[in-house]
């Protein structure tokens, strides 16, 4: 079956620019997390969403980040005013119910802030 | 705060050579534990999970990791690695009821043919 999407996958901007990254969940999935990872440092966890319950915000790094997800759809990540410590590659899991299941992830969108 | 830390970030290894990744945590409650691998161009995918029971873990493609709770360690081994092996690993430990997940740094192994 499909797994995770991810678009685009490849994302140069011009720094003070926004972006909007895309994930597509496998059907089904009602949790979903996005994670980055910068250059030479571990994932570190961003936002999760479940359901239709109120997102996680607590690993977003600042209020130039912010994401949202139609039900158990699509969800889009949207960085405002990029910075060079932006870059990164964007991951996006998703998992079904049960906070120790499995998640499963996307290819990543890899983001350079020139 | 829960952490992980992974402490060898490269490691090179000729095939058949045995493998030993070390993965320790910081959590006072009950532990669950993952490791992930990442082949070149390829996604994050799980290898192997603990969440409770026997602490020895048998994964995909030889891999096994053994919690031990006394050491605060889940570390992963493969008697015999094989070129095909060369990727990155990452040992993750899933927090609050979220499940969302804490990476150590990854580490990097390179089987040389």
């Known amino acids: 079956g499909a797994g995770v999407s991810q678009s685009p996958s490849n994302k140069v901007t011009e720094k003070g620019k926004d972006v909007e990254l895309r994930c597509d969940p496998i059907?089904?999935?009602?949790?979903l997390y996005w994670y980055r990872q910068r250059l030479g440092q571990g994932l570190e966890f961003l936002i999760y969403f479940q359901g239709n319950s109120a997102p996680d915000k607590s690993g977003l790094p600042s209020d130039r980040f912010s994401a949202e997800r139609t039900g158990e759809s699509v969800s889009t990540l949207t960085i405002q005013r990029t910075q060079q410590e932006d870059s990164a590659v964007y991951l996006c899991?998703?998992?079904?119910?049960?906070?120790?299941?499995?998640?499963?992830f996307g290819p990543g969108t890899r983001l350079t802030v020139l | 705060a829960q952490s992980v830390s992974q402490h060898n970030h490269h490691v090179i290894l000729s095939e058949a050579a045995s493998l030993e990744l070390g993965c320790n945590y910081s959590?006072?409650?009950?532990?669950?534990l993952f490791w992930y691998v990442q082949y070149p161009g390829q996604h994050l995918q799980l290898l192997l999970k603990?969440?409770?029971?026997?602490?020895l873990v048998k994964g995909i493609k030889g891999f096994e990791a053994e919690f031990i709770k006394s050491k605060f360690s889940f570390n992963l081994r493969k008697p015999s690695v094989q070129w095909s092996d060369t990727a990155e690993y990452f040992c993750?430990?899933?927090?609050?009821?979220?499940?969302?997940?804490?990476f150590g740094q990854g580490t990097t192994l390179q089987v040389k043919p």
């Open positions: 603990y969440f409770s029971g026997d602490p």
């Open positions: 993750a430990l899933p927090s609050g009821n979220t499940g969302k997940l804490i």
């Open positions: 959590y006072g409650g009950t532990v669950n």
């Open positions: 059907s089904g999935h009602t949790a």
């Open positions: 899991a998703s998992s079904s119910r049960g906070e120790w299941n499995e998640q499963f």
